[in-house]
């Protein structure tokens, strides 16, 4: 999809302004209330379809932002178009991101995670407790989970036999870090579950000319309903995780803000779930190649005696 102008002739609209990116889409201008997203067939027209409903079911009466809206979904050539309405606001590239001062920086991260707070405030009827949304099932398969707990040790023991031979040559005792970490896991016991994002970071987000957060975008491929605090770990590390900003650390900034919220054993949470996330997403993109960006990022906090210390 990178020659994008062949795309839109594909589509029969050569004319449209593209406004940004997603890792399975790329998005367009369409009218002055519409954007147009184009992905390849591969991610799947119930999948698109299943989005749809839970975009509609989602109840944000107790939230200050917005959330996507998908008005239609059509097969035109190879390619599906999703139209969604226009949501307000400057996304957080990390364009936009470098071009801030220390300030305005701390402004939109003081947004970010409040908001971050709040998604477990949103309500659906779409989705049981522990159910993926994402029918592709890339990081949870999708299944009958019993529990919380369940859906995390499953698709964690998964990922880890996919790949069992890159872990045990990258990973200091991979074996043992993951026994350590389900029986972490089977510790916990959650009596209440919340609507979980799972892919929020700032390019996922719109901020109005005051930097306040106006919408919540994209979600999908780690929605479910579970555990919040897994939310606000994915959120703390997403906030810049190549730290691509360099006036100050970003995730030192909103880690300092969730310690001000959650207390010492909540945030102990908080660094399993990194660990989780790392070992499910290291082969996210399906390289096979040891040297890939985020697989690398994924070991080095597999190795991390910060985030391996949740399970001691």
Same mark, same amino acid.
């Given at each position: 999809?990178q020659?994008?102008?062949?795309l839109l002739?594909?589509?029969?609209?050569?004319d449209?302004?593209?406004v940004g990116k997603?890792?399975?889409?790329?998005?367009?201008?369409?009218?002055?209330?519409?954007?147009?997203k184009?992905?390849?067939?591969?991610?799947?027209? /119930?999948?698109?379809?299943?989005?749809?409903?839970?975009?509609?079911s989602?109840?944000?009466?107790?939230?200050?932002?917005?959330?996507?809206?998908?008005?239609?979904? =059509?097969?035109?050539?190879s390619?599906?178009?999703?139209?969604e309405?226009?949501?307000?606001?400057?996304?957080l590239?990390?364009?936009?991101?470098?071009?801030?001062?220390e300030?305005?920086?701390?402004?939109?991260?003081?947004s970010?995670?409040?908001?971050l707070?709040?998604?477990?405030k949103?309500?659906? %009827?779409?989705?049981d407790?522990?159910?993926?949304?994402?029918? /592709? !099932?890339?990081?949870f398969?999708? =299944?009958?989970?019993?529990?919380w707990?369940?859906?995390?040790?499953?698709?964690?023991?998964?990922?880890?036999?996919?790949?069992?031979?890159?872990?045990?040559?990258?990973?200091?005792?991979a !074996?043992?870090?993951?026994e350590?970490?389900?029986?972490?896991?089977?510790?916990?016991?959650?009596?209440?579950? =919340?609507?979980?994002?799972?892919?929020?970071?700032? #390019? +996922?987000?719109?901020?109005?000319?005051?930097?306040?957060?106006q #919408?919540?975008?994209?979600?999908g491929?780690?929605?479910t309903?579970?555990?919040?605090?897994? %939310?606000?770990?994915?959120?703390?590390t997403?906030? %810049?995780?190549?730290?691509?900003i360099?006036i100050?650390?970003?995730?030192?900034?909103?880690?300092?803000?969730?310690?001000?919220?959650?207390?010492?054993s909540?945030?102990?949470?908080?660094?399993?779930?990194?660990?989780?996330y790392?070992?499910?997403?290291?082969?996210m993109?399906?390289? +096979?190649?040891?040297?890939?960006g985020?697989?690398?990022?994924?070991?080095?906090?597999?190795?991390?005696?910060?985030?391996?210390?949740?399970i001691d």
């Open positions: 999809m020659d994008y102008k062949k002739q594909e589509i029969n609209s050569p449209l302004k593209l997603g890792w399975q889409c790329l998005v367009f201008e369409y009218t002055k209330e519409t954007i147009i184009v992905y390849g067939t591969d991610i799947g027209k /119930k999948n698109l379809q299943r989005l749809m409903k839970f975009y509609n989602l109840d944000t009466t107790n939230v200050e932002f917005s959330t996507p809206e998908i008005l239609s979904i =059509r097969k035109i050539g390619k599906l178009v999703v139209t309405k226009k949501l307000q606001g400057t996304c590239t990390t364009t936009v991101l470098k071009n801030m001062t300030t305005e920086l701390k402004k939109t991260l003081n970010y995670v409040e908001v707070f709040n998604i477990q949103i309500k659906t %009827d779409l989705l407790k522990a159910e993926p949304l994402d029918l /592709k !099932g890339k990081f398969e999708v =299944r009958k989970y019993s529990n707990n369940n859906l995390l040790i499953y698709n964690l023991l998964n990922k880890y036999k996919e790949s069992e031979r890159i872990f045990g040559g990258k990973v200091d005792n !074996g043992l870090l993951v350590g970490i389900i029986q972490t896991l089977r510790e916990i016991s959650l009596s209440s579950y =919340r609507l979980i994002h799972g892919d929020y970071f700032p #390019a +996922n987000l719109l901020v109005d000319d005051d930097l306040k957060v #919408a919540v975008l994209d979600f491929i780690l929605t309903v579970g555990d919040p605090l897994f %939310d606000i770990a994915l959120g703390w997403f906030s %810049d995780m190549y730290d691509e360099k100050f650390s970003l995730k030192d900034y909103v880690g300092d803000i969730i310690k001000n919220r959650i207390t010492k909540s945030f102990r949470l908080l660094k399993l779930y990194v660990l989780i790392s070992l499910i997403s290291a082969n993109y399906e390289t +096979n190649d040891p040297n890939e985020h697989f690398t990022w994924a070991i080095r906090n597999l190795n991390s005696p910060f985030y391996r210390s949740s």
